[in-house]
């Protein structure tokens, strides 16, 4: 009898721990921010007031949260595509070194800014940015062309930003895409191009349908993973500025949190996310999911 | 005996055995020691001069250790402080802003030294200047040691100043006007001559700090003797235009503090206003750096302080006691004395030798000096923030001077009513 309770407890005593881990690290949080968004407390006064719609309608009132808004868009815009098709180009062009000497260079290359912590990388960017001593503007201007204040001119910062996040985020999905274009049988190509189909054809027609698990895979990811690949580059390199334009809304999150102590603004601000996020993702799935082959 | 195979009994056994002897050691490891610790949250790690202090403090062997413990800057470091009393562990003393005195107080509950012991108290602020005393005075309470001041003054790199035909021999007094022509006349003399390093000629900081100044310069107040907002005053709306003139005349061109420390330390950049604190990193350089006083408008000079004060945040009375012998230690000659390499100026009554706080500073001081704004209110924080935006829109001619600073006012008003 004995024996037969524990043989059916079992299981659930070894996912136990690791239930309990993202009740208390995932769910538990997400329902703290939930009843700190509906009120006004800052954890030190011993009473939380509560103030009903109060902090969303603050939050979604501040000119600062809609700049934050409007960047994350214009950084997905920008970033999510290049994420998706340089990787995904870079590695065809490895496949076809095969496993050679430089391949396996280019990749250890192409791969190292990914390890690189943020703060190590942004602080060698904002010497390249430097508008009176860094390299960029040395060069532009022994190329006769005007100095640049890359991360100071609000038209222009948005970009140097996203330029260094790219070049620090490309890695993972290069790698992803290896993993997926080295399973493709090679028969499959290989008859293809005796059948006479170009190289774009062949990545298109064939590689691409075959690797649409993964292609989707990276595309949702990516999406979701542009704010939190901004976080430490815009912490590090702009602080958010110049004045609001190179913030989003992790940094607005983080600022409302740890930089005002306006805990009741930052459980709305994380809610607001969470609903938006969950809509992306949604809409990712309904838009693209039919598409993907899973063989 | 290695490849002897342990039993569950005798795993179990030598855990047991081994958890209840850490337990029994720790003890006697804590009352080695009849010290009480007290815990510093600072934001300066074991290289540098406060470290120095704290050590010269544990060798006097006065029955109190501290500790120093490097939080990261004023944000990162309040940000642990609020998450530490949250949890009923409040750091027994901390580095606190100027920027943060309100919050400090009235949400941090920052003890007021003369709550905990009077005389200690009145001892301890008798070894530094009176008109410092203001700056640490928030609700009527004492709430910290105003030990680490500085102001915002002209660093100039002479040696470009000579390469232009300029006359080297600066005056201590200067004004926005003639600083702006020499800049001019520096401009075009090194851009002809096509110097090696030269890229810029001035950088006022893009900041909340230099435009008080400049304002307060002007006559006018960001928040006045009363705490009340003024930044739609004429006077506010003078110093703006005076602040964001060397940018319309193309001698400015507005970049970020790191950028702007490192160009002037690789002289791309011929004048700065900065702190007086980076007194050490300018006087590490192998090039001419003077310090002069902040450019001043045609009303008298009205210059800002900034820096931060050390607070006691403990409840607990042994430790709050133990607190203020630190700051008796921190307060007198011999604690002043490692204190001043830091480049902080010398707010105590004592005198030293030789400090590496330029004169410049040490003068703005000795005319007076206002606080840096003290942001009141429950988001006053990010009053701060609001003011450091509307500063950049106007130097990026976004909006005009008189535009930005009435949407400051109507922005910045319900944040720290």
Request: aromatic share 10%; glycine share 6%.
């Amino acid at each position: 009898m004995a024996k037969r309770m524990t043989s059916r407890l079992a299981p659930y005593l070894f996912v136990a721990p690791a239930i309990l881990m993202v009740l208390v690290f995932l769910y538990l949080p997400i329902l703290v921010s939930l009843a700190l968004s509906f009120s006004d407390w800052n954890f030190i006064r011993p009473d939380a007031r509560f103030v009903g719609l109060e902090n969303y309608r603050a939050v979604l009132g501040d000119t600062n949260f809609h700049a934050a808004l409007r960047n994350t868009g214009i950084y997905t815009l920008i970033l999510a595509p290049l994420q998706v098709v340089i990787p995904l180009l870079l590695a065809r062009l490895l496949v076809r070194l095969g496993k050679s000497r430089l391949a396996n260079f280019y990749k250890s290359a192409l791969f190292l800014p990914t390890i690189i912590a943020f703060s190590i990388a942004g602080a060698t960017w904002l010497w390249l940015f430097n508008p009176l001593t860094g390299l960029f503007n040395i060069v532009l201007e022994a190329a006769g062309f005007a100095p640049q204040r890359w991360l100071e001119d609000p038209k222009l910062a948005i970009w140097s930003v996203s330029a260094t996040v790219f070049w620090k985020t490309f890695g993972l999905n290069m790698l992803l895409f290896l993993a997926a274009f080295t399973a493709i049988p090679p028969e499959l190509t290989e008859a293809a191009r005796i059948d006479g189909a170009r190289p774009a054809r062949i990545l298109w027609r064939i590689e691409v349908p075959l690797i649409s698990p993964t292609l989707f895979f990276v595309i949702v990811t990516t999406v979701l993973g542009v704010m939190d690949d901004l976080l430490g580059a815009v912490d590090v390199m702009t602080g958010g500025g110049p004045i609001d334009a190179t913030t989003n809304l992790l940094f607005y999150l983080w600022e409302k949190g740890l930089r005002f102590f306006q805990f009741g603004h930052a459980g709305a601000t994380t809610m607001i996310i969470a609903a938006l996020i969950g809509f992306i993702t949604w809409a990712q799935f309904k838009l693209l999911e039919r598409k993907v082959h899973y063989g | 005996m290695l490849n002897t195979p342990l039993s569950r009994r005798q795993m179990m056994l030598s855990g047991a055995a081994a958890v209840a002897a850490s337990s029994l050691s720790f003890p006697r490891i804590a009352r080695a020691s009849s010290d009480t610790e007290i815990v510093i949250s600072s934001t300066w790690g074991q290289d540098k001069p406060f470290q120095k202090v704290v050590d010269a403090f544990n060798e006097m062997k006065l029955g109190v250790t501290a500790v120093n413990r490097f939080d990261g800057n004023y944000e990162e470091a309040t940000a642990r402080a609020v998450t530490s009393i949250a949890a009923g562990r409040a750091p027994d003393l901390m580095v606190t802003g100027w920027k943060f005195g309100y919050f400090a107080r009235r949400t941090l509950n920052a003890r007021d030294l003369r709550e905990i012991d009077e005389a200690r108290a009145n001892a301890i602020l008798a070894n530094f200047q009176p008109s410092v005393l203001p700056l640490v005075t928030i609700d009527g309470a004492l709430i910290g040691l105003p030990w680490a001041m500085s102001t915002p003054v002209t660093w100039i790199n002479r040696d470009m100043w000579r390469a232009a035909g300029l006359d080297a021999d600066i005056p201590m007094d200067i004004t926005h006007d003639w600083l702006l022509a020499q800049c001019a006349k520096l401009d075009e003399a090194l851009k002809a001559q096509g110097h090696p390093t030269y890229r810029s000629a001035l950088d006022l900081s893009s900041n909340e700090w230099t435009s008080q100044a400049y304002i307060q310069n002007a006559g006018g107040h960001i928040l006045s003797p009363t705490g009340e907002l003024a930044l739609d005053s004429a006077e506010a709306a003078a110093g703006m235009r005076a602040f964001a003139e060397p940018v319309r005349r193309g001698l400015w061109r507005p970049v970020d503090g790191q950028a702007q420390l490192n160009a002037f330390t690789s002289q791309a950049l011929a004048v700065t206003t900065t702190s007086s604190a980076y007194a050490p990193l300018m006087n590490a350089q192998d090039f001419d750096i003077v310090a002069r006083k902040f450019p001043r408008l045609d009303a008298a000079r009205r210059m800002n302080s900034g820096g931060n004060f050390l607070a006691v945040y403990t409840n607990n009375d042994e430790k709050a006691q133990a607190a203020l012998t630190f700051m008796e230690f921190a307060a007198s000659r011999e604690g002043q004395e490692i204190w001043s390499s830091v480049g902080y100026m010398n707010t105590s009554v004592h005198d030293f030798a030789e400090i590496p706080s330029p004169e410049a500073a040490q003068a703005q001081f000795a005319d007076g000096l206002t606080a840096e704004t003290i942001w009141p209110g429950a988001r006053g924080l990010e009053a701060q923030t609001v003011w450091r935006q509307y500063v950049g829109r106007i130097l990026e001619d976004q909006m005009s001077v008189e535009d930005a600073l009435r949407a400051a006012q109507a922005d910045i008003a319900p944040l720290i009513a």
